[in-house]
């Protein structure tokens, strides 16, 4: 995370390459981490857009958007009164579940929690109980198999399985169809469902998602 950059900025030498990601380009932590990192001789790489792959793909976000519309709006009004989301995942798709979580948080006002699969044992399975929905992202990659055992996990307990997946599974409890696609570009499109949600629980609890109270746009001052 950008904000905690700093504090290994030590390590950054001539021989260091940092990679920038910032959607805006103005957020000032991210700024500041790469003023640091130049300063101390690195180089620097920045990313504000994947454009070759989002052509690629961008025809299949499409589709899981229209196709899955309908349905969050249906799916919202059954869960927009719940209290909890739990969102879990391994390897790279970990950060969609963060964001997920995140997304739930600052539009629905809903209290999310975005962690690796396996940790859901470690203490917040205490926490499922009936009706509670748990997001789980287990694409076909290599997270699959056991990301979807920490589904049956939380299942057992009473939880409600919303599943992003390009295959089916009887333990989901609504599944969440996306499109087969490289194994590096899975969170491309399981993100943007999942945001869709979002936007659709905020909707749903009379909140407008396009002005989060207390939050801006980009984060320009500590």
Excluded at 25 to 45: Q, S
Excluded at 98 to 106: G, T, V, Y
Excluded at 183 to 199: C, G, H, S
Aim: charged share 25%; net charge negative.
């Amino acid at each position: 995370m950008a904000s905690e950059f700093h504090y290994f900025a030590d390590s950054i030498d001539k021989d260091t390459l940092v990679l920038s990601i910032s959607q805006s380009g103005e957020t000032a932590d991210v700024v500041e981490g790469v003023k640091r990192a130049k300063a101390a001789g690195a180089k620097v790489i920045s990313f504000d857009k994947a454009v070759n792959n989002l052509k690629q793909i961008s025809g299949s976000i499409a589709e899981t958007i229209e196709s899955n519309n309908d349905r969050f709006r249906e799916l919202s009004q059954q869960l927009k009164h719940k209290n909890d989301f739990y969102c879990i995942a391994r390897g790279i798709n970990f950060a969609i579940a963060s964001e997920s979580a995140l997304k739930i948080k600052e539009v629905a006002y809903i209290h999310a929690e975005g962690m690796p699969a396996g940790e859901l044992k470690h203490g917040t399975l205490a926490l499922i109980e009936t009706g509670v929905p748990v997001v789980v992202i287990c694409p076909s990659d290599y997270t699959f198999r056991e990301t979807l055992s920490n589904a049956m996990e939380a299942k057992s307990r009473g939880a409600y399985i919303i599943a992003v997946s390009d295959v089916s599974d009887e333990v989901f409890d609504f599944w969440v169809k996306i499109p087969r696609v490289d194994e590096l570009l899975y969170p491309m499109v399981t993100v943007v469902p999942l945001q869709l949600l979002a936007y659709h629980l905020a909707v749903s609890r009379g909140f407008d998602p396009d002005r989060p109270r207390n939050l801006a746009k980009s984060v320009t001052v500590k």
